[in-house]
């Protein structure tokens, strides 16, 4: 008796060559996001989470289109760039930027007062 071919799942371990995959459930139904989160039966809702429409692909930035993999139905692609609403980035990057010195302001302020 031969053995069971190993099963492509689109979504779980089938992914087109040269993006990123990202799944947002926050416009599914509640089956669909507890099916999601099931432990040992989750890799089973992945191909119904492309279907509807919530599973995105990013592509790596300085890709063609020639270079990355054919698109199968259900996937929606992400524009270069993005960043999900409600992202941390734009507050590290605020965080991350150099504070003016004090220095000046305090001269300032010392001449109005003197």
Not at 5 to 24: H, K, M
Not at 62 to 74: M, Q, S
Not at 77 to 92: C, V, W
Request: glycine letters at 14%.
């Amino acid at each position: 008796m031969g053995t069971l071919g190993a099963v492509e799942l689109e979504g779980w371990n089938s992914i087109p060559a040269g993006y990123g995959a990202q799944f947002d459930l926050h416009g599914a139904p509640w089956w669909l996001r507890v099916w999601f989160q099931a432990p040992f039966v989750d890799r089973y809702a992945y191909p119904a989470v492309v279907r509807r429409g919530y599973g995105w692909l990013s592509p790596p930035p300085g890709l063609t289109d020639a270079e990355l993999g054919r698109v199968p139905a259900g996937w929606r692609i992400r524009p270069h760039g993005y960043q999900s609403p409600g992202s941390t980035a734009e507050l590290f990057l605020r965080a991350c930027k150099p504070k003016p010195s004090g220095t000046a302001a305090t001269g300032a302020r010392a001449r109005a007062d003197g």
